[in-house]
């Protein structure tokens, strides 16, 4: 099997890295090879390496900024995936692509299913949507994994921002009425693995479409906050904000560029039942990361 990957230096591509080389012949490239913002060079890396599977976890992911570069935003995020299904149908490809919470609008009281109506707030939202919408429309073999409040060891990530600031700052305060699962790269990255080694073996379409991928159970940032704080200081590491002097803040408190939903829950039943998956909670992802980087 020869497999393409995009972005490979981000959260998920470096993981997806290690999770998919066991499978074939890997291209990982970056974006100096495969720049998303042109098409001649995406159309150019696919048709050198004629690959049997292309995934595309790269993507223009600077929430607040992007309400200011959407041209830009809209190049990576929805023309991109566009051009790499119209270069996987003619070669009959498979591709495997990325998407967020951030689709929806956040007002839901339950967690979100993939056949739930769509309305993102952001210009962020707005592009990953017209992406998966604008890859399905080419007719391509594909799988749109839809995941949220991704981190990893690898890369800048909320996790490391906590135990940064706890460190600087003597108080901390952290929004607390966002929900959500933080989801690790690497869990992104061996179920990705797991699911192409089926499709692979299959050869059938019968699978093609959008499934939500994030680790199980619930939290807010404050509690996230809260947990990379305290888990840190019972390994020996100081800091000056200790979890129980965090301050619970609402959105209203932080404004930001983009909004953000509050409810970032998405229900992973769809991919648990296709594929026979069982998602860890989401606290052993942190854990493991934490273990690394500190």
């Known amino acids: 099997m020869r497999l393409l990957l995009t972005g490979k230096n981000g959260q998920v591509g470096f993981e997806l890295q290690r999770a998919i080389a066991p499978l074939g012949e890997v291209a990982a490239l970056d974006r100096t090879v495969c720049d998303l913002e042109n098409e001649a060079s995406i159309r150019e890396a696919v048709r050198q390496f004629k690959p049997d599977v292309i995934v595309n976890p790269a993507a223009y992911t600077a929430v607040d900024k992007a309400e200011g570069e959407e041209s830009r935003a809209h190049a990576i995020n929805a023309r991109a995936p566009a051009i790499l299904g119209e270069e996987a149908t003619r070669l009959g490809a498979l591709v495997v692509h990325y998407s967020t919470d951030y689709v929806f609008d956040g007002t839901a ?50 996790a490391k921002t906590m135990l940064r600031l706890a460190r600087e700052r003597e108080t901390l305060s952290v929004v607390a009425d966002q929900t959500g699962a933080p989801t690790s790269a690497a869990l992104i990255a061996d179920v990705s693995a797991y699911v192409i080694r089926q499709l692979a073996a299959t050869k059938t379409a019968d699978f093609d479409g959008i499934y939500h991928l994030v680790a199980s159970g619930e939290t807010n940032w404050h509690a996230y906050a809260s947990h990379v704080i305290e888990y840190a200081r019972a390994k020996g590491h100081a800091t000056k904000v200790a979890a129980d002097t965090i301050r619970a803040i609402a959105t209203a408190d932080y404004p930001t560029p983009a909004k953000r939903p509050a409810n970032s829950r998405l229900d992973t039943r769809k991919l648990r039942d296709a594929f026979g998956l069982t998602l860890p909670d989401w606290k052993v992802g942190v854990d493991r990361v934490l273990e690394q980087i500190l």
């Open 109 to 158: 009281k339950s967690y979100y299913r993939e056949t739930d109506r769509t309305g993102p707030q952001s210009v962020y939202g707005k592009t990953k949507l017209a992406g998966e919408e604008a890859l399905a429309a080419t007719g391509a073999r594909h799988i749109v994994f839809r995941t949220s409040w991704v981190f990893g060891a690898h890369g800048a990530n909320f």
